[in-house]
Structure formats: C-alpha cells, structure tokens
C-alpha cells in the first residue's frame, strides 16, 4: 500500500562548523513533529558522525532518519548521498575520509564540529577540516554510493556555487542519478524553466537547514516505505510513486535519451 511522507532530507547538526549548536537529535526530531515531517534525512559536511544520535532520537516519534552525508566532490560540487542504514554510511564514509585532505579543522575561521555520542551527549569536537572538498570526482562518488545501495542527489543544483550545473555546465546525462534538489530560492516550476535540463529529473526540495527554524516540508513523497529504494522510485516517477514539491507534481517530464529516467530502465 501506498502511503504519503512529508519530507525534509537535507538538514545539518551541530557537526557541521557552519551550523547552529541548536542542532541537536531531540530538538530536530521535536521540530520535525511540529512540521508534521514522517521523513528526514542528516546531512552533514563530508561526515555521518551524529546520524546514530538523531536516529536513536526518532525512536518511537514516527520519524524516519534517513542516514545520509553532504559529499563535496573534487570540483567543489556538493552532492547528498543516503542510505537506509547506519552500517551502509559508516562504510561510505570510510571512504570518504580516506579521501579528505589531512588537514585540521581551524574553528575561529569556520566555527566548531561538535560530535554526539549515540545517546546523544557531546562527545568532543572533530579536529579534522569537514567543509573542504575530497578527493573523489561527482562520478566517482555516484558510483562508490550506488555500490552500496544508497541514492546520490546533487544538492541546490539552482545555487551559483558549490552546484552541479554551476560548476559543471550542466548534469552529465550520462551519471546515474535519478533526481537533484532544489534550494529555496526556486520553485519547481521555475528552476525548470531556468535549466530546461531538469525535466528529465524528480525534483526535490529541502532545507538544508543549518538552524532549527530553517526546516521545512516542501516535499511530499507517495510511496510503499521510508527506503532508500522507495525514494528513488518516487523520484523517477516510477511503479506510481510519486514526487511533489511545494504542491506541485515533480517527477520527470520525459526520459533521457540514455534511458534513464522516467518510463527508463532505472
Ligand atoms: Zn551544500
Ligand atoms: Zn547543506
């Protein structure tokens, strides 16, 4: 049976240098109830370190915790990647700090990583530098994630820097994504009339909130379950999921010509 998910899958905690201290497990989840939000998903900057605190915080809320990290690629192009699970992201992140550059986080300059335990106790700050880029190209890191069955969405793809289409030119038609998220700056209608492109990809948008009052439900998802694999379904329009975003329908308008996309081979 299908169902119907408010969602915000973007969202930052406390381990993120730019993010307010108030980003805390039970002060997101409590704010994620008040939205009326069943779906959300822990973003930080190129680390999962907190996604065990703000899961074991949903624990009985209704709220769903999608385990997931904001990567910066090598050219500087932040993609979300998420996972069902905390084991599927402790590896990807393994592989993502082999590939961080061995520096040191300055906090006067970028601000403090603060770690949480699983209980969700501060449990020290990350010393190493999180919001620079890794080493590994947009490709390679769509490949590395969907190898561990996870979902790769390039994040405010409409925003001037740090996007896909800013740093790239466009979305290589040929990378296995099914769906790319919007900032607030746009609304679906008009970021496909801005990028004509995005028509062959569901929509998403979230907060990328950095403070509690910045979370959002612009997304609404119909689907079977709160997985990895029903949001990506969702996100092709495929099997009647469904994607909308700020009310309006956001699944894919026509296929690729690769294929992919909606009415694709996935
Ligand atoms: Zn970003
Ligand atoms: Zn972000």
Redesign the pocket.
């Known amino acids: 049976m299908l169902r119907f998910f408010l969602a915000d899958l973007h969202i930052h905690t406390c381990l993120s240098p730019c993010a307010e201290l108030e980003m805390l497990p039970e002060l997101i989840i409590g704010r994620a109830q008040a939205l009326g939000l069943q779906l959300i998903a822990i973003t930080d900057h190129n680390s999962a370190e907190n996604v065990a605190a703000v899961a074991n915080a949903a624990r009985g809320t209704g709220v769903t915790v999608l385990a997931g990290m904001?990567v910066q690629t090598r050219e500087e192009v932040?993609m979300l990647v998420l996972f069902d699970t905390l084991e599927q992201v402790a590896s990807w992140q393994e592989q993502v700090y082999a590939s961080l550059p061995p520096l040191r986080n300055d906090e006067a300059v970028f601000g403090e990583q603060l770690l949480l335990n699983a209980d969700g106790e501060p449990a020290g700050y990350l010393d190493r530098l999180l919001v620079t880029s890794i080493a590994l190209s947009v490709e390679e890191v769509v490949q590395g994630v969907n190898a561990l069955n996870g979902l790769c969405i390039p994040?405010?793809v409409d925003r001037p820097v740090?996007s896909i289409i800013s740093n790239l030119g466009f979305i290589p038609p040929e990378l296995d994504v099914v769906g790319v998220e919007i900032s607030h700056n746009v609304g679906p209608l008009q970021a496909r009339e801005r990028f004509p492109q995005l028509k062959h990809y569901g929509l998403l948008g979230s907060s990328?909130a950095h403070r509690l009052h910045d979370m959002g439900g612009r997304t609404t998802l119909k689907m079977a379950e709160a997985t990895v694999a029903e949001l990506s379904l969702a996100l092709a329009g495929r099997d009647s999921r469904e994607v909308w975003v700020d009310g309006i329908s956001s699944a894919p308008l026509s296929p690729l010509p690769g294929g992919r996309g909606a009415g694709g081979e996935g």
């Open positions: 904001e932040h994040a405010h740090y990328d």
